[in-house]
């Protein structure tokens, strides 16, 4: 009795179970391999950003004035200048941008040039907040500032247009927010402070992946567009117009005072806590769906499709009453892990879509043919062959289409335990274990 329980068809499912865990061994190293080379193309991205520039985030510019404040103390009248800063009342900026693809050995990364136009003014109400705590503002050294995340990507800027002056950016080091800025001196007429300050300047600036812009004014307007047709909205706020089609994107957005987490007017004391990136938002240049991201998607359905072909060849043995080894058995279950192994490294050279018919098609072919031989039947290796063709068009469905996978793969499984049921119903599975399976 215990020779034909250990013969018989439970101890085999029980081992084909076990042999399709076992394989989870070489899937898990190929989802391992998938990792590394999705961290080399990281790097990749980091390194073009390094020669290139880096997402960028800009803003508008920033008044700094130095207040002068005459402290008494034990030893006389002590004279401190602290740094005020003032935000303008008005921002518009509108950006350009001419998105590309650079390449890094064989990895890809979106990079572009934008062409930034910003505009905005100073309101006299605000200008008074400097003095209004008994301060002395040295309007004479005053100077603007202008968040830029990375100063490398400047291409061009031209002078500011600013009041009835016309004044060049040079080199800062002082930084804003944990942001990198570009400065410009600027000696203001105190008697012109009666007056709104207009502001206007343009830049060429080389990023990459991503720009945002930072609502640096108490009315804030951003216009961005491309020639990019897979833009993605993102950071603080969401546009609150936006176009996309085939051809490019383009997208508005309107942020008032009330909306951030930024004061009007603050002064150098409050800069520590400062942190400009937290209201940042814009665009990025999204690759939907890129290779790897495929192949980890295609790898989660690994021992699903290895179960299912298992089950394939068994019901091939309870219904056709054939014998097959569980060495075959595991080879098959090898052949199946290796088209991750070749999807990845075609995926890296031709495409995902390419990548994965030929994958799919050697190991269809592999398979099917092995079965034939194993099986001694032509046609049940062509019936193996084509439903493993039916899976692997099952697992490109799910790869591609991100929102409804999780539908379309219960449909499936569920379709696959009725097929099993069915198609099981009449066996006579007591009779098969007395009889040695």
Known sequence: MATQWMNGVLFKVFGI???????????????????????RAVEATRQIADRWGAPQVVGGPVLVVPVRYRQQQEKGIVVIDVNGYLLPDTLNMQATMKPELRRYGIYETAIYTAEIKITGHFNPADLALLNADGGEPQWQLAQVRVPIADVRGIRHVSTVHI????????????????????????AIDAAALAQPIPFEFELTLAGTERIAALPLARHTDVRIDGAWPDPGFDGAFLPAAHHVDEKGFEASWQVLDLSRRIAQHWQESDSASLALGDSAFGVSLVRPANAYQQNVRAGKYGVLFIALTFVAFFLFEVLRGLRVHPVQYLLVGLALCTFYVVLLALSEQIGFAASYALAAVAT?????????????????????????????????????SEDYALMMGSIALLLAVTAMMYLTRRVDWYAMRGAGG
């Open 17 to 39: 179970a076990a042999l399709a865990l076992l394989l989870m061994i070489p899937l898990a190293q190929v989802d391992g391999l998938i990792g590394e080379r999705q961290q």
């Open 163 to 186: 009041g009835a002056k016309e004044v060049d950016f040079g080199p800062d080091g002082a930084g804003l927010g944990g942001i990198a800025t570009i400065a410009s001196p600027l």
């Open 364 to 400: 269809v072919a592999m398979v099917g043919g092995y079965a034939a031989a194993v099986l001694a039947q032509r046609r049940a290796g062509l019936v193996l062959g084509g439903l493993l063709g039916v899976i692997y068009g099952l697992l490109y469905g799910l790869v591609s």
